[in-house]
Nanobody, 115 residues
Framework: QVQLVESGGGLVQPGGSLRLSCSGS????????MGWYRQAPGKLRELVAY???????IYTDSVKGRFTISRDNAQNTMYLQMNSLKPEDTAVYYC?????????WGRGTQVTVSS
């Protein structure tokens, strides 16, 4: 059973930055394309970005140029550097495999962008 733990969220003003971390059990990161997802209140969970095993990176249009996804396979950890945050980025952020997420999701980490 894969266990995923997200951290690094918080309250930040518009224009601020946060760095999210995702830690996973086992050696999944080195052989799996991983993604960051988010779910805002009243909305469906959406993919924010994913990073392939060869470090290919894809971003949803709304975060391009502001967010950077990276990974450290040796540490089984993935990151999401979020800059120039906007109120519409407010959501709970999750990490999971992309595509075909594992059945077990972590608790996520809350990101709130507000003045």
């Amino acid at each position: 059973q894969v266990q995923l733990v997200e951290s690094g969220g918080g309250l930040v003003q518009p224009g601020g930055s946060l760095r999210l971390s995702c830690s996973g059990s086992g050696s999944i990161f080195s052989i799996t394309t991983m993604g960051w997802y988010r779910q805002a209140p009243g909305k469906l969970r959406e993919l924010v970005a994913y990073i392939g095993t060869g470090s290919r990176r894809i971003y949803t249009d709304s975060v391009k140029g502001r967010f950077t996804i990276s990974r450290d396979n040796a540490q089984n950890t993935m990151y999401l550097q979020m800059n120039s945050l906007k109120p519409e980025d407010t959501a709970v952020y999750y990490c999971n495999r992309y595509p075909n997420p594992f059945n077990s999701w972590g608790r996520g980490t809350q990101v709130t962008v507000s003045s």
